[in-house]
């Protein structure tokens, strides 16, 4: 049974910075693709970053530069470091696993959210 548990939202000013955690189980860790997704209320669930296997990684253009996702093999977790955040990141995030193909087609395991709110 795959498990995806995420941790480590919040609510931070803005310019703050958050680190999303997703803990897997259940699952070859090592050779799954991680994705972080986010869904704001009222709106659909977007992309924010990938990571492949092998450590390739695409980012949402709304969050490059500012956001930086990571993978722990041994650990068998992923992170998504938030820096600089802005009201507009505010949102669900959704961890994301399976082959590269299904996390950026959205058909991969999901996680069940953790919610970052960024004051103004």
């Known amino acids: 049974q795959v498990q995806l548990v995420e941790s480590g939202g919040g609510l931070v000013q803005t310019g703050g910075s958050l680190r999303l955690s997703c803990a897997a189980s259940g699952i070859t860790f090592s050779v799954a693709a991680i994705g972080w997704f986010r869904q704001a209320p009222g709106q659909q669930r977007e992309l924010v970053a990938v990571i492949g296997n092998r450590g390739s990684t695409i980012y949402a253009d709304s969050v490059k530069a500012r956001f930086t996702i990571s993978r722990d093999n041994a650990e068998k977790s992923a992170h998504l470091q938030m820096n600089s955040l802005k009201p507009e990141d505010t949102a669900v995030y959704y961890c994301?696993?399976?082959?590269?193909?299904?996390?950026?087609?959205?058909?991969?395991?999901w996680g069940q959210g953790t919610q970052v709110t960024v004051s103004s």
């Open positions: 994301a696993a399976g082959s590269w193909t299904e996390v950026v087609g959205r058909r991969g395991f």
